[in-house]
């Protein structure tokens, strides 16, 4: 399996960004797709996450209202919406994918793939 994460940049507060992460290597069914970050002072973060096939989605509370995460299953692509970006935001995102859905989604050690990460850059 693997994650190729794009999308990130330098912006300012108040701009928005969309982040993709393209998978590939197997069919995803049952999967869960995710996001989180991570700063050089911080453990990483969940960010967000939602099932491969749809539906149910999580966000952290930093970023609930602001981000949207949202998937493309033919194109085997999952993406992160973020708006209205605070200072706040500033990391490197990685997206994730996880096998097992009734895990602990919000506990990295949970996800079994992971994407190289993006650089998020929020200027106040």
């Known amino acids: 399996v693997q994650l190729q994460a794009s999308g990130g940049g330098l912006v300012q507060a108040g701009d928005s960004l969309r982040l993709s992460c393209a998978a590939s290597?197997?069919?995803?069914?049952?999967?869960?797709m995710g996001w989180f970050r991570q700063t050089p002072r911080k453990e990483r973060e969940f960010v967000a996450a939602?099932?491969?096939?749809?539906?149910?989605?999580d966000y952290a509370d930093s970023v609930q209202g602001r981000f949207t995460i949202s998937g493309d299953r033919a194109k085997s692509t999952f993406y992160l919406q973020m708006n209205n970006l605070e200072p706040e935001d500033t990391a490197v995102y990685y997206c994730?994918?996880?096998?097992?859905?009734?895990?602990?989604?919000?506990?990295?050690?949970?996800?079994?793939?992971w994407g190289q990460g993006t650089q998020v850059t929020v200027s106040s």
């Open positions: 994730a994918l996880n096998s097992y859905s009734d895990s602990d989604w919000a506990a990295a050690a949970s996800w079994d793939y």
């Open positions: 939602m099932p491969w096939g749809g539906g149910y989605t």
């Open positions: 290597g197997r069919t995803f069914s049952g999967y869960v």
